[in-house]
């Protein structure tokens, strides 16, 4: 007698609709299968939704940054609440070069802005001596 296992059931699908994987979408051995046309009309597609031609090419400029396209893709696989968080507080400086950038020995990356820790600790004082 031949043992067969048993067909294991199909995986549930999400009710959400997936995200396909930023690495796929992206992923440039596609873009070398498609001709001259495809890429052409790939283009305008990206342009109208971009809103520009200029916003494009920061983005491609961005892309050709040493590590810039793993960061971009690193930063889109994020959660949504993580990409929002670390959008808002990079927004929120008014300068990128003046945050500081920690890692503790825990693997916990810590970024802050000295000048409003030092705003922060201000007011503080101020309302302790109120």
């Known amino acids: ?67 810039g396209l793993e960061m971009i893709r690193s930063l889109m696989a994020l959660p949504e609440k993580g990409r929002i968080e670390l959008r808002s507080f990079l927004m929120r400086a008014p300068n990128p070069q003046l945050i500081s950038v920690d890692v503790d020995s825990w693997g916990q990356l810590r970024l802050s802005l000295p000048e409003i820790v030092e705003a922060m600790l201000a007011m503080r004082r101020m309302a302790v001596k109120a």
Do not use: N, T
Request: overall charge negative.
């Open 1 to 67: 007698m031949k043992y067969e296992p048993e067909e294991k059931p199909a995986r549930p699908q999400p009710v959400w609709p997936a995200r396909p994987p930023v690495h796929k979408v992206l992923d440039r051995s596609d873009l070398d299968r498609c001709d001259e046309q495809e890429l052409e009309q790939l283009i305008k597609s990206i342009i109208a939704k971009y809103g520009s031609p200029a916003r494009v090419l920061e983005l491609y400029q961005l892309s050709e940054q040493p590590g």
